[in-house]
């Protein structure tokens, strides 16, 4: 299988596990990679659509692995209905559909003790949905791969408030945009991308009209990063 940064920076997030359950697999190669190496015993690939799917089912028989990666059809978590997980991968979506995806959890979701989630952008929405519901971020980074910037967050359940955001002196929009592991430790490539952020933004606006205090409440909170990043 070729090489792809992005998948295997995700694998990397993930603990060994029992049975792992990939939301929005699309072509299958996160729940192949995590099988093939011994990440997980044996995973679920879902996705809503048919395309994806045929593609899962090519990809799983292409590895020979039709008797330990389950393919089905389902909507977000709802495969956890009738198929139990222990862990979660949700990747490659904007950050507002990985936390609907989450907000509409069957019950069967307590089982789960493990989530990773790679939002391509608005990742705010992941770490804001994870605060709120009791999963606490174990780790976080960020890879820059074909000159897009990932977040990527693994989360384990908690009790009470996440530590993690207790020691950051930053604003709490900008810890949730910009991760406050990244923040605590001034990641390199999270000062990189916040650097990029507020270029791009200056760049967007001098051309924007609308809700033009919606782009400087950005800008101020890239810059703020910066500066803590620095
Ligand atoms: C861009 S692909 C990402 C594929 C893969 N997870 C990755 O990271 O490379 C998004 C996939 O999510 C699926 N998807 C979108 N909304 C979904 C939902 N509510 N439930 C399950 N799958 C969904 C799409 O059909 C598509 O295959």
């Not at 069967?108 to 605060?131: D, I, K, M």
């Not at 910037?149 to 900008?174: E, M, N, Q, W």
Request: include cysteine.
């Amino acid at each position: 299988m070729a090489s792809n940064v992005r998948l295997e920076a995700i694998l990397s997030m993930l603990r060994p596990c029992d049975v792992l359950l990939d939301v929005g697999t699309d072509h299958a190669l996160l729940p192949v990679l995590a099988v093939r190496g011994r990440v997980a015993r044996k995973a679920i690939a879902a996705d809503l659509r048919e395309r994806p799917l045929d593609e899962a089912r090519r990809t799983v028989a292409r590895y020979g692995l039709v008797d330990r990666i389950h393919v089905v059809q389902a909507d977000g978590l709802r495969a956890l209905e009738s198929l139990a997980a222990d862990a979660v991968v949700i990747a490659g979506m904007g950050g507002a559909l990985i936390r609907r995806v989450c907000e509409d959890a069957p019950k069967s979701f307590e089982c789960v003790t493990q989530l990773v989630l790679q939002p391509n952008y608005a990742p705010e929405h992941v770490r804001g949905w994870a605060r709120e519901h009791g999963w606490h971020l174990r780790e976080e980074c960020m890879i820059h791969t074909n000159g897009q910037y990932y977040t990527l967050c693994a989360f384990v359940r908690g009790i009470g408030a996440d530590p993690s955001y207790a020691t950051i002196a930053c604003p709490d929009a900008v810890k949730l945009e910009v991760g406050p592991l990244l923040l605590q430790r001034k990641d390199p490539l999270a000062k990189r991308y916040c650097d990029w952020q507020k270029s791009r933004l200056v760049r967007v606006r001098a051309k924007v009209i609308v809700a033009p205090e919606r782009l400087e409440a950005a800008l101020k909170r890239f810059e703020t990063a910066c500066a803590y990043l620095a």
